[in-house]
């Protein structure tokens, strides 16, 4: 189910996991901005509660479009359309990530400390954000899910290598299991 047409009866958004190949293509630009964007966006920000994540992108429920949702404990929720990172700080950051697509894995990933974000709202709207903390972290693991690329490729090949081992293991084993 690639297209937010398609999904309109089903009732809560399932979240794609690995193995999904949309997670791995490169997402279109959103050209039809309004309601029907507005109620995905919704649902989205349904399932990211229900999986209490802090950032959801459209490829991750099949949506191959270039949108994402961010919700940071407390805060209201900020969703990005057809985003672009505009600047970068010099100074990165080790942190650990984890992933909706990958339940139960996580990895200290290095990027940026800080980034700065233009984006439009679900309206066509432009904004432009300055993001640091984990807001930058988000919306850049967010933001590389709209390229097809997952927070483990950031990591050295071993490690890369140890994490979906790990993740094969948890995959096969606990099959109905609660994740974040
Ligand atoms: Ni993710």
Do not use: W
């Not at 959103?30 to 509660?49: K, N, P, W």
């Not at 949506?63 to 940071?72: A, D, P, S, T």
């Not at 984890?98 to 990933?109: E, K, M, N, R, T």
């Not at 693991?141 to 948890?170: M, V």
């Amino acid at each position: 189910m690639n297209s937010v047409c398609n999904r309109t009866s089903v009732e809560t958004l399932e979240i794609v996991k690995l193995g999904g190949e949309i997670l791995r293509q490169k997402a279109v630009p959103v050209t039809v901005f309004g309601q029907r964007l507005e109620e995905t966006v919704a649902r989205m920000i349904e399932a990211l509660d229900k999986a209490q994540g802090v950032g959801l992108a459209a490829p991750q429920v099949g949506i191959g479009e270039r949108f994402f949702v961010v919700q940071i404990k407390g805060e209201v929720p900020i969703v990005f359309v057809n985003p672009s990172i505009i600047e970068t700080s010099p100074e990165t950051v080790a942190c650990e990530e984890g992933c909706l697509s990958l339940p139960g894995s996580y990895a200290d990933v290095v990027r940026p400390s800080a980034v700065k974000v233009q984006a439009f709202d679900t309206k066509g709207r432009p904004f432009t954000l300055e993001c640091a903390g984990l807001l930058a972290r988000v919306v850049q693991h967010e933001n590389d899910h709209l390229d097809g690329i997952l927070f483990y490729d950031h990591l050295s090949e071993l490690k890369q290598k140890r994490l979906l081992e790990k993740y094969e293991k948890i995959a096969k084993h606990k099959p109905g299991r609660k994740h974040r």
